[in-house]
């Protein structure tokens, strides 16, 4: 159980295009679902903290109108990087909190790696 | 903001030794988590600890939660190549739609 899938697992983009990143939890609703960016052998940096129904959360620093995110459903998030440039190259990674968690934990995708060229 | 140093930040050890990692916070934390990623993946979680002085364990993986639930450790007797990965402790922020505030991780290498 607590699956998370996400949608496509590598992309490759022109500078000054748009790339669509979709989650979605297999098997369990989730309440909130979360984007994070992590560079080569860092740790996971938080971007936004998304809410079924309602606006996402941004941490500061995260230009909203530049990762916009949609959280359709309770099993669908999407995160759309707008006009791509080479500096957005990263591997991203949402996660999901599913409504029956106590304790607040996380189940992870698998990951997207985006290049911008 | 809650804090939580993850120390060391690289561990190379060999087969059959014994290694631990430790997660430290001047904050209390309702439950904290362990998470274990390998390159190219997402991590994986495996455990939660919710009440202080808390010990559980995962075959070989014992986790700690400390009595004030500010810290916490995970030991893993007799490593394996297939233990290696990045090790990533969690705290749950508070009053935050349930965030997480991360370490900056463990690179663990086991050789054979």
């Known amino acids: 159980g607590a699956v998370v899938s996400q949608h496509p697992s590598r992309v490759i983009c022109k500078s000054g295009t748009s790339v669509k990143i979709e989650c979605r939890s297999l098997?369990?609703?989730?309440?909130?679902m979360f984007w994070y960016r992590q560079f080569p052998k860092q740790s996971l940096m938080l971007m936004a903290t998304?809410?079924?129904?309602?606006?996402?959360?941004?941490e500061q620093g995260v230009e909203k109108d530049k990762f916009l995110i949609n959280h359709a459903s309770l099993t669908l998030s999407t995160l759309t990087v707008t006009s791509a440039h080479p500096e957005d190259s990263s591997f991203y990674i949402c996660?999901?909190?599913?409504?029956?968690?106590?304790?607040?934990?996380?189940?992870f995708g698998p990951g997207t790696r985006l290049t911008v060229l | 903001t809650q804090l939580l140093e993850q120390s060391p930040q690289f561990l190379s050890i060999q087969e059959g030794e014994n290694l631990t990692v430790y997660c430290n916070s001047s904050s209390v934390f309702s439950s904290l988590q362990w998470y274990r990623q390998e390159p190219g993946e997402g991590p994986v979680l495996l455990v939660t600890v919710v009440t202080g002085g808390e010990v559980k364990k995962l075959k070989r993986l014992t986790f700690q939660f400390g009595d004030a639930r500010k810290d916490s450790s995970l030991h893993i007797t007799a490593a394996q190549p297939g233990d290696t990965g990045l090790y990533l402790c969690?705290?749950?922020?508070?009053?935050?739609?349930?965030?997480?505030?991360f370490g900056a991780g463990t690179q663990v290498v086991v050789t054979p």
């Open positions: 969690a705290g749950a922020v508070t009053d935050s739609w349930g965030k997480l505030q």
């Open positions: 998304s809410n079924e129904g309602s606006k996402a959360t941004y």
């Open positions: 996660s999901a909190r599913p409504r029956t968690s106590g304790y607040n934990e996380q189940f």
């Open positions: 098997d369990f609703q989730a309440t909130t």
